[in-house]
């Protein structure tokens, strides 16, 4: 033992005058020990090291010395290690001629000596992930006080997620746009996607008669067929019931005929209420004629709500004959 560690004594000292990049060979169970690897890391401080074994490590200590500081280190075998890894020489470690992988089973830091979490960059601002070195462009991630960048090129190229303090988030295309969020999200450049919508409707060339037999009431126009996304349908019921809150626009048509010289109305029913805002009037010429109705307004709506389209007959009772009728409602905010 005592033999073994004059030996090393001797081969540091000779590496202090000049001795070439000696490489460091496992020598027991084909495994070098932290102990072994510390008396070595002396020549490797000087003249670098080549690892030619698994190097086994129970702790950070071996880097207090920095050995890894050599650029010309490698490590030609797997490096395990049981617990942080810290100091100057860590970020020379990654960079090293590797011909396997660095495995660690406790927390990383980069740039702090207390890393919390597997992997830590500390609490400066800057690049912290720079996935194609293309000089002072940023292709990775980036904090610049409270944001958090993602780049991706340059001047015409740059993608920017940022958090303002107001909890608005900027998607940025274009490093020449806006420099200012006009609204909690706010894009320079197109969006695709789908929206929240629902439609139903029906049409009959041959009409399906309505019996208007009390004056004023709103008679539930039917459907028979839907396009939906975000919506239900009741085929039962006629009728449209969101699956997300918000604000919807309305738009709808109705056609049909009914008595001379009556007046009708036309709106959307929300949990059986006719809605004012979207009521439109048409007041027949003569019986017989076809007229088409339409109508548009906003509504905000829950996912207890149920939209049903109807018609009334105002000042009269009588029957009229129903062709065809749709109503869409696409959500437009909140």
């Avoid at 202090?16 to 027991?28: E, F, H, M």
């Avoid at 462009?137 to 993602?150: E, F, P, T, V």
């Avoid at 449209?240 to 604000?247: I, R, S």
């Avoid at 017989?288 to 829950?302: A, E, K, P, R, W």
Wanted: net charge negative; hydrophobic share 35%; proline share 2%.
């Amino acid at each position: 033992m005592y033999k073994k560690i004059l030996i090393w004594i001797l081969i540091s000292l000779i590496s202090l005058v000049g001795i070439p990049a000696l490489n460091i060979n496992p020598i027991d169970d084909g495994q070098i020990s932290s102990v072994n690897l510390f008396s070595r890391s002396l020549i490797c401080l000087i003249t670098g090291c080549t690892m030619e074994g698994d190097i086994d490590m129970g702790g950070n200590s071996i880097f207090n010395v920095n050995w890894v500081n050599k650029t010309n280190t490698n490590i030609n075998g797997t490096l395990n290690v049981d617990e942080n890894i810290t100091g100057q020489g860590f970020a020379n470690a990654l960079q090293a001629n590797r011909s396997e992988d660095v495995h660690f089973d406790k927390n990383v830091g980069i740039g702090t000596t207390t890393p919390d979490y597997p992997l830590s960059f500390g609490a400066t601002t800057g690049t912290k992930i720079q996935l194609y070195d293309t000089g002072s462009n940023l292709y990775g991630l980036a904090i610049q006080a409270s944001d958090l960048q993602i780049g991706s090129g340059g001047a015409t190229t740059k993608i920017t997620l940022r958090q303002q303090p107001n909890g608005a988030i900027w998607l940025q295309a274009d490093a020449n746009g806006v420099t200012i969020p006009n609204g909690d999200l706010d894009v320079t450049g197109n969006i695709t996607g789908n929206q929240i919508y629902g439609e139903m409707w029906y049409h009959n060339h041959t009409a399906t008669e309505l019996d208007f037999a009390v004056d004023g009431l709103f008679y539930n126009l039917t459907f028979d067929n839907s396009d939906l996304n975000g919506f239900t349908f009741n085929d039962a019921e006629d009728s449209l019931t969101p699956l997300v809150n918000g604000k919807y626009k309305v738009s709808w048509m109705a056609s049909g005929d009914g008595q001379n010289n009556h007046e009708y109305y036309t709106t959307i029913l929300v949990n059986g209420v006719d809605y004012d805002r979207c009521e439109a009037h048409k007041k027949m010429t003569a019986g017989g004629d076809i007229v088409t109705m339409t109508g548009n307004c906003f509504v905000d709506l829950v996912t207890t709500d149920y939209v049903q389209l109807g018609t009334a007959d105002v000042g009269a009772t009588g029957t009229g004959n129903y062709y065809s009728a749709n109503l869409n409602l696409i959500r437009i905010g909140d």
